[in-house]
């Protein structure tokens, strides 16, 4: 039965409004959604095992909040990859295996979904170009963070009137690794020890993903921020995977983060 809520998404100043600059955007919730039971609320994961004709409701209340149809909301088969794709129109048929899109056509509504790893949104507002990134730590090490925002420059974006902003990420107190995660990432850069503290447990660590994702996007030279919205801790708002998995429930929902041109 379908719920009279509405999607209550989060948002930045940062990147803008439709009133001030022509761009809209939202770091979606649970809010506002028709799935229910471990699904409960606004599930956009196609891939996910929920009832698909209500993931396809969810989507199209998105969509609708950001001015669009169903239609033209975009979105791709995310694998972790540094892989980034510049969309003008909507995808015909099978979505493409990426974890970013780009777009500088208004109408467009891109999306990353996310459920722990960091979604990320950027807008030259300026330019009127705009992304959304899906960023674990294998996707933020492998590049889609500098990727995003070269694509975006591509397309007439300006490096340094980017706006980059982290939406609902597992935060710092929620996100434990063993030995091996450490010395992976040391190993890649011995700085990146900074982005960990010791864990109550031995061996373990805490890791930063915050942290990480906002100064690599510094480091790329575009202006950054963080919502600080932690997925695993807020179960009324967001769905995690780290949260299903400790619970061991046989599946999990993905909340979206969008962007768009409004025409």
């Known amino acids: 039965m379908l719920t009279s809520d509405k ?4 948002r930045s100043s940062l990147l803008g409004s439709p009133e001030t600059n022509r761009i809209a955007h939202g770091f979606f919730t649970r809010k506002g959604g028709v799935s229910d039971g471990i699904y409960r609320g606004l599930n956009v994961g196609s891939g996910s095992n929920d009832n698909q004709d209500h993931v396809k409701e969810n989507r199209r209340r998105v969509a609708e909040s950001l001015g669009a149809p169903l239609s033209h909301l975009v979105t791709v088969h995310q694998v972790h990859s540094p892989d980034v794709v510049a969309v003008t129109t909507p995808f015909a048929g099978s979505r493409p295996t990426a974890d970013a899109l780009v777009t500088a056509t208004p109408g467009i509504v891109i999306g990353a979904l996310s459920a722990d790893c960091g ?11 705009v992304g959304a990134a899906h960023a674990g730590w294998r996707g933020a090490i492998s590049g889609v963070l500098e990727n ?80 600080e919205q932690c ?31 409004t025409e």
């Open 7 to 10: 999607p209550a998404p989060l």
């Open 148 to 227: 995003t925002v070269d694509a975006m420059i591509s397309l007439g974006a300006r490096r340094d009137r980017i706006q980059a902003v982290l939406g609902p990420t597992i935060g710092p107190d929620n996100y434990e690794v063993g030995a091996e995660f450490y010395e992976q990432f040391v190993a890649t850069n011995p700085s990146y020890k900074d982005f960990f503290r010791n864990s109550t447990n031995n061996g373990h660590k805490m890791f930063d993903l915050w942290a990480f994702i906002t100064e690599r996007l510094e480091h790329a030279g575009v202006k950054a921020s963080a919502l």
């Open 119 to 129: 979604p990320i949104l950027f807008a030259d507002t300026e330019a009127k170009v």
């Open 231 to 261: 997925t695993y801790a807020d179960e009324d708002q967001f769905f995690s995977y780290r949260r299903t998995t400790h619970r061991k429930e046989p599946d999990y929902g993905r909340q979206i983060s969008a962007i768009t041109i």
